[in-house]
């Protein structure tokens, strides 16, 4: 009996122990894509993620604890990953990469009013359609006009357009672009040529764009490795004019598969390592380079700077409540991040500018230009 007593306080004592340590810790969930076709752009996310993480584990006094949701890649896996974030006892979700993911996810997120914040995704209809969900990047129609106006200002006479169907990123950038683009009369932007992010072989569509003769070839994509392929593929065709593309663009496969093709190719990007933004900057690259060895591609840095949003957000409303996190990220202001400082919108949308940047012969990139919203 006294063995028995002795075996049920033990019990008690340890059920008290998990109740106090879960009690201590923060569940904060990380909506990535670590396998399917956009595995790659979730891994730099993570990067960002865990970075921030250990320079920053904790807040309100609790520790800081990172639930990874796998959402491979899929919409549909997305909405269970999502789900699964929040049956774990999340408070507050970070990510995804891809606004199709972001999108599927937020239905999740919205119906069960949980904060969630992307790092990357810039499809305006990611914030317009969940009213739990903010940004800290810039958005598509923004980004496609200032593509629009890069175009312009190099004098790039006949635009080419190659555009990847089953990405609802790279089919709004399109839009968007070619939206602007109407405004220039003495501009010739070609009829989009479409592909599905599956295909490989793109001798047959890249015969049809350079008996155009374009100045420029814009490849609209949800990764940069289809940039990668269609760029090494036009070189090997002879097509001796230029490149740019979005955001998507920024990140090693872009030269890491075309090689010396990808040089002088053009993006648009978040930052500039370059040029720091703020005070934050140098001590993210110190610690990045430290962490990892390498370069940060732009959503490292800005996954970086999204859990520091959702921290400061969590911090300022004093509560792990998920509304009250809510309400103190959509009224962040003047948050100084690594990358630059966070001002959202009143459709929880950053204001910041586009800067672009070049792929050099070593692999580098370079800055090139910068403009303002």
Excluded at 35 to 47: C, D, Y
Excluded at 54 to 79: C, F, H, Q, W
Excluded at 155 to 167: G, L, N, Q
């Amino acid at each position: 009996m006294k063995k028995f007593v002795a075996l049920l306080m033990a019990l008690c004592l340890m059920t008290l122990s998990v109740a106090a340590l879960a009690e201590d810790t923060i569940k904060i969930g990380i909506f990535e894509p670590m396998t399917g076709a956009t595995a790659a752009g979730g891994a730099m996310e993570k990067e960002g993620f865990d970075l921030a993480n250990k320079l920053y584990p904790e807040v309100l006094g609790m520790k800081i604890e990172l639930i990874y949701g796998d959402n491979k890649s899929d919409r549909a896996e997305a909405t269970l990953a999502a789900q699964s974030l929040v049956d774990k006892g999340v408070v507050a979700v970070l990510g995804s990469y891809s606004s199709g993911l972001t999108m599927a996810g937020g239905e999740v997120f919205g119906e069960e009013e949980i904060p969630a914040l992307t790092a990357t995704a810039t499809n305006p209809t990611v914030t317009l359609d969940c009213e739990w969900y903010a940004r800290i990047c810039f958005i598509d129609p923004f980004q496609g006009t200032m593509l629009a106006r890069y175009a312009v200002k190099n004098e790039y006479k006949k635009i080419a357009i190659m555009c990847e169907k089953d990405s609802e990123y790279a089919v709004g950038l399109v839009k968007y672009f070619t939206d602007e683009m109407k405004g220039y009369a003495d501009y010739t932007v070609l009829e989009p040529v479409y592909f599905m992010n599956k295909d490989e072989d793109f001798s047959a569509l890249l015969g049809t764009v350079l008996a155009e003769q374009p100045d420029v070839i814009f490849t609209s994509v949800s990764y940069a490795d289809k940039a990668a392929q269609i760029i090494k593929q036009a070189r090997a065709l002879g097509y001796t004019g230029s490149f740019f593309g979005g955001d998507t663009l920024d990140a090693p496969e872009l030269f890491n598969i075309a090689g010396e093709a990808a040089v002088g190719a053009v993006f648009t990007t978040f930052y500039d390592a370059a040029q720091p933004a703020t005070e934050m900057t140098s001590e993210f690259l110190d610690a990045y380079r430290a962490e990892y060895g390498k370069e940060p591609a732009a959503p490292v840095i800005m996954a970086y700077d999204a859990y520091l949003t959702m921290r400061n957000a969590i911090e300022t409303a004093g509560s792990t409540d998920p509304e009250a996190i809510r309400e103190a990220l959509f009224a962040t202001e003047g948050f100084v991040g690594a990358a630059g400082t966070i001002t959202l919108n009143e459709t929880h949308d950053a204001v910041r500018p586009v800067v672009f940047k070049a792929v050099q012969a070593d692999g580098s990139t370079v800055f090139v230009d910068m403009i303002e919203p």
